[in-house]
C-alpha cells in the first residue's frame, strides 16, 4: 500500500491516523511536495484529476478523498484493531451522521479558519481578519451544538471512539495545537474534555509527532 | 404499516436526495412529515430535539432518529440491501470507487452548485437581497473546472464509479436538477457532451421522476 501525501497535511493525516487506529503499518509514505507543485504535475493527475492530496495505493486500485481512503481503511482491516463504526446498525448510522456532519458543518467553518492562521502566513500572507472572525463566530455556534451533544454523549456517535471523532482530529489539531487559537473548543467543557480524550489516543500522538516533525 | 418517516419538504434538495435513494430501494411506504423552512418549523423546540442543527431532513426508523441525508441514504441502502438498485456496486473495489465520488460530490460539487443556486434562486426569497453577480461568476468558474474532470471521467465511464449507476450518482440528482432548472445555468452541462449524457441518463431513471412529481405536487400545495 501507497499513500501519497505529506505527513503535515491534513487530510493526509486523516488517513494516516486511521491506518494507525487500524494497527496497519504496512504502507509507504511517497511524498507529493506541494511547495513545489508536485500535486499538479501530469503524472500525478493520472492518480488524482482534481490535484489533490492525499492518494491510495492498494495494489491495483487508486483512490482519492480522505474520508473515502478513511472508509476503506476501516474495512479492509475491520478484524484488527479499533472499531471505527461501532457495533451494529444503527451505531454504523450515527457514524455515518457525525462523518457527514464533520464534511458539511464542521470543515467548512474550520478550513479556511486553519487556512488563515496557519497556511497563509506559511507562505508570508498575512491573515484576512473578516474571514477570521466571521468563521470564528460560526465555529462557536457549531461548538455549542456539540457541547450540548457530548454533555450527554461521551464521543459524537455514542459512548464509543468512532471515524466520526478521528475525523475532527487533523483541523482541530491545526487550530488548537498548531495557530494557538484553540478557545472556541477549550471554552466548552465537555467538548474540551472530548478534544483532550481524543487528542490523547496513542494513534494521533503517533501521527502528530510525525507531522510536526516534518512541518 | 411501515415505521419510516422523513421530515422536510419537497423543494428541499437534501430531503430529495433522501426520496430518490427511498424510490430507488423501491420503498414507498414512509410518511413525509412537513416541516417548512418559510415558516421556521425547522427552529421549534420539538424539531431540533430531532436535529440539533434546525436543517432538513430528519429520518425517523421507529424510535431510531438520524439527520444529514448522506448517511440516511447509506442507511436505508443498507437496510434493504436485498432490493430495489444495488446502491454500493458488487465489490470492495466497487464500494470504495462509490464512496470516492461521493466524497467528490460533498466537497468539490455541492458546495459550488449549491452557492450558484443559492445566489439565484434563494438570496432574495430568504434574505431579502439581490443576487451577488460577482459570488455567482467565482462559482461558476470553480465548478466548470471541476466538471472538466467530470467531462474526463465520463468519457471512460457510464456512470461515476465505473459502469454502473450508484449512490455516487444519485447524490449529485437534486441540486443538479436546480442548477439546470431553477437557476438556469444549463450550459454548464450541454457544453459538456459526456456530462450531458449521463445527466440525461440519471434523471431519466423513474425514482427521479417520481420524485419530481412530489416535488411538483409539493408546489401546487401552497
Known amino acids: 500500500m501507497k499513500v501519497y501525501g505529506m505527513p503535515y497535511s491534513t487530510c493526509t493525516v486523516r488517513v494516516l491516523t486511521t491506518l494507525a487506529e487500524k494497527d496497519e503499518e504496512g504502507y509507504e509514505i511517497v511524498p507529493i511536495d506541494l511547495q513545489v507543485g508536485a500535486h499538479k504535475s501530469p503524472e500525478f493527475l493520472k492518480l488524482q484529476p482534481f490535484g489533490a492530496i492525499p492518494v491510495l495505493q492498494d495494489g491495483n486500485l487508486t483512490l482519492f478523498e480522505s474520508r473515502a481512503i478513511a472508509r476503506y481503511v476501516a474495512e479492509k482491516f475491520e478484524g484488527k484493531g479499533t472499531a471505527l463504526f461501532g457495533k451494529t446498525v444503527e451505531e454504523r448510522a450515527l457514524v455515518n451522521q457525525w462523518l457527514e456532519v464533520e464534511s458539511h458543518s464542521f470543515n467548512p467553518l474550520i478550513e479556511p479558519l486553519v487556512v488563515q492562521l496557519v497556511f497563509a502566513p506559511m507562505r508570508g500572507k498575512e491573515p484576512v481578519e473578516s474571514v477570521v472572525k466571521d468563521h470564528t463566530y460560526k465555529l462557536e455556534k457549531l461548538l455549542d451544538i456539540y457541547e450540548a451533544h457530548l454533555s450527554e454523549n461521551k464521543y459524537l456517535a455514542g459512548d464509543f471512539f468512532s471515524l466520526a471523532d478521528l475525523s475532527h482530529i487533523p483541523y482541530a489539531f491545526y487550530l488548537i495545537n498548531v495557530a494557538k487559537k484553540g478557545a472556541p473548543f477549550t471554552s466548552r467543557k465537555h467538548v474540551n474534555a472530548w478534544w483532550e480524550d481524543i487528542s490523547s489516543r496513542p494513534a494521533w500522538k503517533k501521527v502528530a509527532a510525525l507531522a510536526l516533525t516534518k512541518e | ?222
Not at chain 2, 20 to 25: C, G, Y
Not at chain 2, 41 to 58: M, V
Not at chain 2, 132 to 157: F, M, P, R, S, W
Request: hydrophobic share 35%.
Open chain 2, 1 to 222: 404499516m411501515s415505521s419510516l418517516k422523513v421530515y422536510g419538504k419537497p423543494y428541499s434538495a437534501n430531503v430529495t436526495r433522501v426520496l430518490t435513494t427511498l424510490a430507488e430501494k423501491n420503498v414507498d411506504d414512509y410518511k413525509l412529515v412537513p416541516i417548512d423552512l418559510l415558516t421556521g418549523a425547522n427552529k421549534t423546540p420539538e424539531y431540533l430535539k430531532l436535529q440539533p442543527f434546525g436543517q432538513i431532513p430528519a429520518f425517523q426508523d421507529g424510535d431510531f432518529t438520524l439527520y444529514e441525508s448522506r448517511a440516511i441514504a447509506r442507511y436505508i441502502s443498507d437496510k434493504y440491501e436485498g432490493q430495489g438498485t444495488a446502491l454500493f456496486g458488487k465489490t470492495e473495489r466497487e464500494k470504495a470507487l462509490v464512496n470516492q465520488w461521493l466524497e467528490v460530490e460533498s466537497q468539490n460539487y455541492n458546495p459550488s452548485a449549491r452557492k450558484i443556486v443559492f445566489e439565484c434562486v434563494f438570496a432574495q426569497i430568504l434574505e431579502g437581497r439581490p443576487t451577488n453577480e460577482a459570488v455567482v461568476k467565482e462559482q461558476l468558474e470553480k465548478l466548470g473546472k471541476i466538471l472538466d474532470v467530470y467531462e474526463a471521467q465520463l468519457t471512460h465511464h457510464k456512470y461515476l464509479a465505473g459502469d454502473f449507476f450508484s449512490l455516487a450518482d444519485l447524490a449529485h440528482i437534486p441540486v443538479t436538477n436546480n442548477l439546470i432548472n431553477v437557476a438556469k445555468k444549463g450550459e454548464l452541462f450541454s457544453s459538456r457532451k459526456h456530462l450531458n449524457a449521463w445527466w440525461e441518463d440519471i434523471s431519466s431513471r423513474p425514482s427521479w421522476q417520481k420524485v419530481l412529481q412530489i416535488i411538483q405536487a409539493g408546489q401546487q400545495q401552497k
